[in-house]
């Protein structure tokens, strides 16, 4: 092999080698740019497990706020009916208030005049009541007055016999029959009225049993409390 061929052939294997060179780098670079794809991937891919997680949160937190919006959209439906409800109570209960003050109003008038009926019954039963109370005070007096004139009587009938003569006791019994002293008692008694009574020794059995016993008792008149 002349120098010629030989310088030939050493450009040759410089130019391959240089070609070589080149072509590593250029693998290198390819290599360096994958590395970098895979991971601009593996990010994407990260980025796109967030975004789906993200998503699936917003789609509950959406349905959350339909329900929480339906909810007081009900809420807000049934105030509303209350609302209505009231307003209506309230106007009934208005209209009826307006026919009261209506009728207190036509009322009044008719409460001043049974005022005014009431105060002359109450003075007519002031004045009944004193006039009854008179009454009954000047019939009490007409009644003390005819027991003391009973008592004056009886007591003028016993001092005739004084100061020299007697009393006979039956006319003195017949006058304080008359004047209401002492009074027969009706029925007749059967028996005796106890260990001291006056009539046991002036009638027998047969006049207990037949009923033929004239018993006089004592009346109030006698027997009232001493003045």
């Known amino acids: 092999m002349n120098d ?23 693998i290198e670079r390819l290599n360096a740019e994958n590395s970098l794809l895979s991971g601009t991937l593996e990010s994407r891919d990260r980025n796109i497990e967030m975004l789906v ?29 209350v609302c209505h409800d009231k307003k209506v109570s309230l106007a009934v209960e208005l209209d009826a208030l307006k026919f009261d003050n209506t009728a207190l109003r036509e ?8 005022f005014v009926a009431v105060a ?18 000047m019939a009490a007096l007409d009644a003390t007055r005819t027991e003391r004139d009973a008592l004056r009587s009886f007591a003028q009938f016993v001092m005739e016999s004084w100061p020299d003569g007697d009393i006979d006791g039956g006319e003195l019994q017949d006058k304080a029959v ?18 001291g ?10 006049d207990w049993a037949k ?12 027997m009232g409390e001493n003045i």
């Open 211 to 222: 009923s033929e016993v004239q018993c006089y008792r004592k009346t109030e008149l006698l």
């Open 120 to 137: 002359a019954e109450r003075d007519g039963l002031k004045a009944g009541t004193h006039y009854l109370a008179v009454g009954n005070a």
């Open 4 to 26: 010629s061929q030989r310088t030939h052939v050493i450009r040759y294997e410089t130019g391959v080698q240089a070609e070589y060179m080149q072509a590593q780098r250029e």
């Open 53 to 81: 997680e993200e998503n699936k949160r917003m789609i509950v937190e959406r349905d959350t706020l339909k329900y929480q919006i339906l909810e007081q959209e009900v809420e807000f439906k049934r105030l509303v009916d």
């Open 178 to 195: 008359e004047l209401g002293l002492l009074k027969l008692e009706d029925p007749a008694p059967t028996e005796p009225c106890g260990e």
């Open 197 to 206: 009574c006056s009539c046991a020794e002036y009638y027998s059995d047969e």
């Open 107 to 114: 009322g009044v008038p008719k409460l001043g005049a049974n």
